[in-house]
């Protein structure tokens, strides 16, 4: 067991720092196959509510201040840390980059970054957390093929019309929230050439359908 798989097998007090905050929370790992990825919920002292209570009673304009140098006390209740995993520089910096380019699809098509952190000497992503299950989680009869790749076109077509494909085509990339999909793990979202956008964009259609019907496949012989 590596050091990153143990230090995330269980639930644990922990702390990371924003700016000027420091944010103290409960965490546990997502899942077994990302234990850097953490669930937090935030802990949050009687006088950090009264702090907040005074800085929303200020205009807005008096706000942006405190907000920058103090981005903690206006996190969320719950959220989602991403530690960088070793030897994966080039794809944290990938994955901080997209997801300030996708700003407008923050929080609708994609997960909303709330910046970046330090956790136990580390870079890490704070993300929003997004409810909604894992294809494998839906109730059966499942989507079919089409509904599924129907409800996902939507996020490539964004993508695509800034030139950017989504390579890692996984089901564990995908979270289904009521009538649209969530976008998740940007690391591998990648700008196409314009000459080869058409194929590669094509071909992530190709593999996404592969992968779903995979999973149509293992219900339909009794194997969910």
Do not use: C
Request: proline content about 5%.
């Amino acid at each position: 067991m590596d050091d990153l798989q143990e230090s995330y097998d269980s639930v644990r007090r922990l702390q990371f720092r924003m700016r000027l905050s420091t944010i103290s929370a409960i965490g546990e790992a997502n899942d077994s196959e990302h234990p850097n990825v953490l669930r937090l919920s935030i802990i949050r002292r009687r006088l950090d509510h009264i702090i907040i209570a005074l800085i929303l009673r200020l205009p807005m304009f008096l706000q942006s201040l405190p907000r920058a140098l103090f981005p903690g006390f206006f996190l969320p209740d719950r959220v989602i840390l991403k530690r960088l995993k070793p030897d994966w520089l080039d794809e944290f910096d990938n994955e901080k980059r997209i997801y300030e380019r996708l700003e407008n699809l923050q929080g609708r098509m994609i997960p909303r970054l709330y910046g970046e952190a330090r956790f136990e000497g580390t870079r890490a992503l704070v993300l929003s957390e997004v409810l909604g299950i894992m294809p494998w989680e839906q109730e059966l009869p499942p989507l079919k093929l089409e509904e599924f790749k129907a409800l996902v076109e939507v996020v490539f077509q964004e993508l695509n019309a800034l030139g950017l494909g989504y390579e890692d085509i996984s089901m564990g990339n995908f979270i289904i929230a009521k009538d649209r999909v969530v976008l998740v793990d940007l690391e591998s979202v990648y700008e196409a050439e314009p000459e080869n956008r058409e194929y590669m964009f094509n071909s992530d259609r190709v593999q996404l359908g592969t992968v779903y019907q995979r999973y149509l496949d293992n219900y339909e012989n009794g194997l969910l």
